[in-house]
């Protein structure tokens, strides 16, 4: 097992021993077939969050701009007095 430090991204974003040297592989790890690799990401989830902050931005800037117009509505009326 290689120490972490001892490891780096290549550009191709393969993982290699900084040595140069070929990593041994580790005896006691099998790969069995008949067995489906999954993504950690749930895109439904992902999806449903970026639309909710997509509405949050929307109500910020909607909320800023009428501030904005309040701001200058005050200030007219400062300056017609």
Request: proline share 2%.
């Amino acid at each position: 097992k290689p120490d972490y430090a001892d490891l780096k991204k290549g550009v191709d974003g393969l993982v290699r021993r900084r040595d140069g040297q070929e990593q041994v592989p580790d005896a006691s790890l099998r790969l069995q077939s008949g067995f489906l690799e999954t993504s950690n990401v749930n895109a439904v989830d992902e999806l449903t969050n970026i639309m909710a902050l997509a509405r949050q931005f929307e109500v910020n800037v909607k909320m800023m701009k009428m501030i904005e117009e309040n701001s200058t509505a005050l200030a007219q009326v400062l300056r017609a007095q």
